[in-house]
Nanobody, 124 residues
């Protein structure tokens, strides 16, 4: 089992920045690929970013490329999502997820564990 707890969400103006954190506990964190997903009101959960556990390779949704950066600190069992140049359309609940695999995949069904989510609201 892996437990995931997100933090760092909040209210920010358009153009601002936030950094989300996801603290993991349980099994060996460094052997899990990690991902961030988001869900806006009335919409499905969508992929945002992911990072592998082996070489740190990353994958991003087109909508966030160049604005968001995913990173991980295996020594502290934490994955981060740095979000810059935020837009109102980034408003959503952001979820951290873990999968027992190497590749940073984009498909939510591939992930085994999920956090409870943290709200990000971007005002215009």
């Amino acid at each position: 089992q892996v437990q995931l707890v997100e933090s760092g969400g909040g209210l920010v103006q358009a153009g601002g920045s936030l950094r989300l954190s996801c603290a993991a506990s349980g099994r060996t964190f460094s052997r899990y690929a990690m991902g961030w997903f988001r869900q806006a009101p009335g919409k499905g959960r969508e992929f945002v970013a992911a990072i592998s556990w082996s070489d740190g390779s990353t994958n991003y949704a087109d909508s966030v490329k160049g604005r968001f950066t995913i990173s991980r600190d295996n020594a502290n069992n934490t994955v981060y999502l740095q979000m810059n140049s935020l837009k109102p359309e980034d408003t959503a609940v952001y979820y951290c997820a873990a999968r027992a695999g190497i590749v940073a995949v984009t498909t939510k069904s591939a992930y085994d564990y999920w956090g409870q989510g943290t709200q990000v609201t971007v005002s215009s």
